[in-house]
Nanobody, 124 residues
Framework: QVQLLQSGGGLVQAGDSLRLSCAVS????????MAWFRQAPGKEREFVAA?????????YADSIVKGRFSVSRDNDKSAAYLQMNSHEPEDTAIYYC????????????????WGQGTQVTVSS
């Protein structure tokens, strides 16, 4: 079984930065596509960013990311990351990492393995 453990959330001021981490155990991490989603109160879970198994291909929700975020992975450490810069209050949400044994997808239902989620709160 695959297990995803997240860390790095917290309370930040607008304009500050955070780095979210997702450590994966079990399975073959180097063959998984990794993605980040977020869910704000009263809203549906939405796609943020993803990276394929080799790290050579990435995809972003441009309307959300707006050039501020960067997804990466380290297969030697079995970990994925989301670097978030220039935070805005609209970024406040629970952030989830997810993994699937295939190519990048942007729909939550396409991912079979999920982290526990971490709260990111951005103050004005």
């Amino acid at each position: 079984q695959v297990q995803l453990l997240q860390s790095g959330g917290g309370l930040v001021q607008a304009g500050d930065s955070l780095r979210l981490s997702c450590a994966v155990s079990g399975g073959t991490f180097s063959r998984y596509a990794m993605a980040w989603f977020r869910q704000a109160p009263g809203k549906e879970r939405e796609f943020v960013a993803a990276i394929n198994w080799s790290g050579g291909s990435t995809e972003y929700a441009d309307s959300i990311v707006k050039g501020r975020f960067s997804v990466s992975r380290d297969n030697d450490k079995s970990a994925a990351y989301l670097q978030m810069n220039s935070h805005e209050p609209e970024d406040t949400a629970i952030y989830y990492c997810a993994a699937r044994k295939a190519t990048i997808q942007t729909l939550p239902g396409s991912y079979e393995n999920w982290g526990q989620g971490t709260q990111v709160t951005v103050s004005s």
